[in-house]
């Protein structure tokens, strides 16, 4: 997520905040129920700031697995929150956690009881990043590096890969690209490297890239474009054009794969929003940024049933879970 900016009183206040490095002063919130009037703010989008006991979602699509992601910013955080009530509900088959903040592999009920597969991938900085991948379904492998990268310390904790038969699932926490823009060189290195490692994957098989990108990659997916642009990590020109080359490659020879930001591609002008700052009540307002999403080989496209965000999962983190259903034969390869 983007990191706090400093606020003064004649400054304007923004949407940007950064729980890496800021601790949020607002107490736990016990979940409650919504009711069915919910309030909407001028997007669309609901306003509630506790994320509800009772969830229902509709039952998934027949032969269809389904992928949740999901900033908890803070797992410790968002079980005391109400986190169990939302992974209850969604009960997804593959289930992605980033901005984890554990220092070990946690042992929690809920999850090991759901999930035999889980791989926690863990900053070497305490209560700081950290991805976790838990699935239903057992994986060929599972990888924690990004080939090339010169400095493992800083893929530590935010990058986890899983091969299946039918494709690989790449889960990220993407590097920040820091208060005032300090470490976009480091996010720059980032981006070229994964750049190369995806797509050198799908060469080989289909990609399902899924998390916390920290980048919206275009003016509809954040609340105030105008103000934050070039400004605000998240929303430079280094970070939007790094993310436009890996969709579709400028120069590329005529026929290379691409890949598809599925949301989008089904959402194309709606301005929903996965995170929302705890600050200046910007979930009444409705002011957020699209950061979570999934991204596909362009060529599995037509095996997704759906991709949502859930917009009443708000509460136990600043972000709100985003949830895919594709063919389950893509994945299985059955």
């Not at 400054?11 to 949020?24: F, G």
């Not at 300090?182 to 799908?202: A, V, Y």
């Not at 020879?253 to 089904?266: S, V």
Request: aromatic share 8%; glycine share 6%; with cysteine.
């Amino acid at each position: 997520m983007p990191p706090k900016r400093k606020i003064t009183s004649t400054t304007k206040h923004n949407d940007a905040s950064d729980t890496e490095s800021v601790s949020q002063s607002q107490p736990p919130a016990k979940p409650t129920e919504t009711t069915t009037d919910q309030a909407k703010a001028p997007n669309g989008q609901p306003t509630n700031k506790v994320l509800p006991v009772h969830i229902t979602f509709p039952p998934r699509a027949a032969g269809t697995l389904r992928f949740a992601a999901w900033n908890v910013c803070g797992l410790a955080a968002a079980q005391r929150k109400g986190f169990k009530y939302y992974v209850e509900a969604e009960d997804p088959d593959i289930l992605v956690l980033t901005e984890t903040k554990v220092n070990d592999a946690p042992v929690d009920p809920v999850l090991s009881a759901r999930f035999p597969y889980r791989t926690w991938a863990i900053s070497g900085k305490k209560t700081y990043s950290g991805t976790a991948v838990l699935s239903k379904v057992k994986p060929i492998s599972v990888t924690k590096l990004l080939p090339g990268h010169p400095d493992p310390d800083q893929i530590k904790g935010r990058l986890v890969t899983l091969e299946f038969e039918g494709c690989y699932v790449v889960c990220t926490y993407v590097t920040n690209a820091g208060q005032n823009l300090k470490t976009l060189k480091e996010k720059n290195m980032w981006n070229e490297h994964f750049t190369t490692f995806i797509r050198n994957l799908d060469k080989k098989k289909p990609v399902i890239w899924m998390g916390d990108m920290n980048v919206a990659p275009t003016a509809k997916d954040l609340a105030n474009p105008s103000t934050n642009w070039n400004k605000t990590p998240g929303y430079t020109l280094d970070e939007t054009d790094a993310f436009r080359n890996i969709l579709d490659a400028p120069k590329s020879p005529e026929g290379t794969p691409k890949f598809i930001d599925i949301w989008r591609a089904r959402h194309p002008d709606d301005r929903h929003y996965t995170y929302f700052s705890y600050r200046f009540n910007c979930r009444m307002k409705g002011i957020g940024w699209r950061l979570d999403m999934f991204v596909l080989s362009e060529r599995i496209v037509d095996k997704v049933k759906t991709c949502e965000i859930r917009n009443e999962i708000y509460g136990a983190s600043d972000h709100l879970p985003v949830v895919m259903e594709i063919e389950s034969g893509q994945v299985t390869g059955n």
